[in-house]
């Protein structure tokens, strides 16, 4: 069991430039969450799927963030035009079950905008 | 919204001492309570949870933690930590009202030194 894999591990991109960044759950695991942090904010949700469907996005910024899950071995965050304000460490998280479940997460994404 | 509070932001104590990492919670309704570890530049790693049952639960590492209805707290502990619990903890709260997403506390670092 590899864990959550999340890459790349560092991304640096100009201001105006698109970056992706990936999450490769735990096999089995039913439910992918994003989270970002940053020192001044913390923790924040971002999104959420269950099966691969999408469940919950109210943490997402509506213009430039979009999140995706294709299949059950992957899900993608995807920022358009980046801005200086989107570095941050871009966390993934898998669960096996629902309800009171427990979340695994990867090493994050440091994302930082220039 | 349930949330949750943790009031220390930084806490510092000598190898071999106890150390209580406080946590208040707002009431919601069903209570599901976590604590979950970061180590510098890794991801979280879940440490112990609590829904129902025994109010004080046992986690990895010889943490434990106690829920308190009447406190409306959760409070983390350990009575002997080691220079290898230097890390950030954060509690964390399902909100079972808005989706069902785990909500994260700010934060405590506690810092051991030898």
């Known amino acids: 069991n590899a864990g959550v894999i999340q890459t790349p591990r560092h991304k640096v991109t100009g201001k105006g430039q698109e970056a992706t960044l990936w999450c490769e759950p735990i096999?089995?695991?039913?439910?992918v969450f994003w989270y970002r942090q940053t020192i001044v904010q913390g923790l924040e949700f971002l999104t959420y799927?269950?099966?691969?469907?999408?469940?919950?996005d109210s943490g997402m910024p509506k213009e430039r963030f979009s999140a995706q899950m294709p299949n059950q071995s992957h899900s993608t965050l995807k920022i358009q035009s980046t801005q200086p304000q989107d570095s941050a460490v871009y966390l993934c998280?898998?669960?096996?079950?629902?309800?009171?479940?427990?979340?695994?997460f990867g090493a994050g994404t440091r994302l930082s905008v220039l | 919204t349930q949330t949750v509070s943790q009031s220390d932001a930084h806490v510092t104590v000598f190898e071999g001492d106890s150390v209580e990492l406080r946590c208040n919670y707002s009431?919601?309704?069903?209570?599901?309570l976590s604590w979950y570890i970061q180590h510098h530049g890794h991801g979280l790693q879940f440490l112990l949870k609590?829904?129902?049952?025994?109010?004080v639960v046992q986690g990895v590492n010889g943490f434990e933690a106690e829920f308190s209805k009447s406190d409306s707290s959760f409070h983390l502990r350990k009575a002997s930590v080691h220079w290898s619990d230097s890390a950030v903890y954060f509690c964390a709260v399902i909100d079972g009202s808005s989706g069902n997403k785990l909500i994260f506390g700010i934060g405590t670092l506690l810092s051991v030194k030898p």
């Open positions: 799927f269950r099966n691969q469907a999408p469940i919950d």
């Open positions: 609590y829904y129902s049952g025994n109010p």
């Open positions: 009431y919601g309704g069903s209570i599901y």
């Open positions: 096999s089995g695991h039913s439910a």
């Open positions: 998280a898998s669960s096996l079950d629902w309800g009171w479940y427990t979340l695994y």
